[in-house]
């Protein structure tokens, strides 16, 4: 089984910061892209920000500029650092990665986080 627990979340006024952590848990052979996605009620989920294992880094268009995303392949863990938060970027935020869990397949399945609330009082 692989688990991601999402933490960072919060309420934040605008003009602040956040910075969101996900650790990847579980049955971990390599994980490839790892990325975040956002709901915001009444929407469909959408891409925020993915990375590939080598550093390629892929950003929707209202977040460039504002958001950095990062992270440690020896700890399982990507990260978001938002800053110049709005309103429009409330919303529950989603850990994903691609695992391959085990060596002798090639096979890689897509995971979620449970999701983190981030709120932006304007």
């Known amino acids: 089984q692989v688990q991601l627990v999402e933490s960072g979340g919060g309420l934040v006024q605008a003009g602040g910061s956040l910075r969101l952590s996900c650790v990847a848990s579980g049955r971990i052979f390599s994980i490839y892209n790892m990325g975040w996605y956002r709901q915001a009620p009444g929407n469909e989920r959408e891409l925020v920000a993915s990375m590939t294992r080598n550093g390629t880094t892929n950003y929707a268009e209202s977040v460039k500029g504002r958001f950095t995303i990062s992270r440690d392949n020896a700890k399982n863990t990507v990260y978001l650092q938002m800053n110049g938060l709005k309103s429009e970027d409330t919303a529950v935020y989603y850990c994903?990665?691609?695992?391959?869990?085990?060596?002798?397949?090639?096979?890689?399945?897509?995971?979620w986080g449970q999701g983190t609330q981030v709120t932006v009082s304007s």
């Open positions: 994903n990665a691609m695992i391959r869990t085990r060596s002798l397949s090639l096979q890689t399945y897509q995971y």
